[in-house]
Structures are given as C-alpha cells and as structure tokens.
Nanobody, 122 residues
Framework: QVQLVEYGGGLVQAGGSLRLSCAAS????????MGWFRQAPGKEREFVSV???????NYADSVKDRFTVSRDSAKNTVTLQMNSLKSEDAAVYYC????????????????WGQGTQVTVSS
C-alpha cells in the first residue's frame, strides 16, 4: 500500500507563490519516482513535474522556469515550489508515485495522493 499526502494548497493572487508538499513513507520515497500532476475543471489530468532518483527534474512547458520540484530525503517529502502563479495554474494538484519514471509519465501503475486545491485570483 502506497500512501501519499499532499498539503499546502490554497488561494493566492496572480503573481504570488505557493509551496506544495507530498509526504510519503520511507519505503515509497526510496523506491518510486515522485512527481506532480494537476487537473483543472473540464480538463484531463496534466503532467506538471517529476524528480528522478538522480535529482534530475522535468517540467511541463507551461510551468518551466516558474515551478521547482525538490526532494527532502530526511523527511521523505517532495516539494513543489510554485512562483509567478497564473490564473491557468488553478487546479487540483496531485502528488504521484510511479514504479518507474516512464510509468509515472505515462500514468501506468501510478499511485495518487488525494489532491490539494490551488486557486489563483486575478
């Protein structure tokens, strides 16, 4: 059983920042690729970012240079720092864990957190 708990969502004005965190068990953190997806109303779930075991990161073009994903091994936590938020960033953000990076990107055998709402006002 893989359990992921996201927190840090909320309401922010356009141009502002939020930091999302995803807490996992040590076993999950050490054995799965970790990343973030989001889903806005009426849209499909969208890839946001992934961090590899090597520390290499990938970002969707829509968030590149504004969002930063990181890992904290001591806390078994993945963080998504979101800066310069835009109205189009509003969505439910989901932490995700995949058996492989390729699987995570393809949403195959992916475990999901419950989601945390990010609302951007303008």
């Amino acid at each position: 059983q893989v359990q992921l708990v996201e927190y840090g969502g909320g309401l922010v004005q356009a141009g502002g920042s939020l930091r999302l965190s995803c807490a996992a068990s040590k076993r999950t953190f050490n054995n799965y690729a970790m990343g973030w997806f989001r889903q806005a109303p009426g849209k499909e779930r969208e890839f946001v970012s992934v961090i590899h075991w090597s520390g290499t990161t990938n970002y969707a073009d829509s968030v590149k240079d504004r969002f930063t994903v990181s890992r904290d091994s001591a806390k078994n936590t993945v963080t998504l720092q979101m800066n310069s938020l835009k109205s189009e960033d509003a969505a439910v953000y989901y932490c995700a864990a995949g058996e492989t990076v390729a699987g995570l990107l393809g949403t195959e055998n992916v475990y999901w957190g419950q989601g945390t709402q990010v609302t951007v006002s303008s």
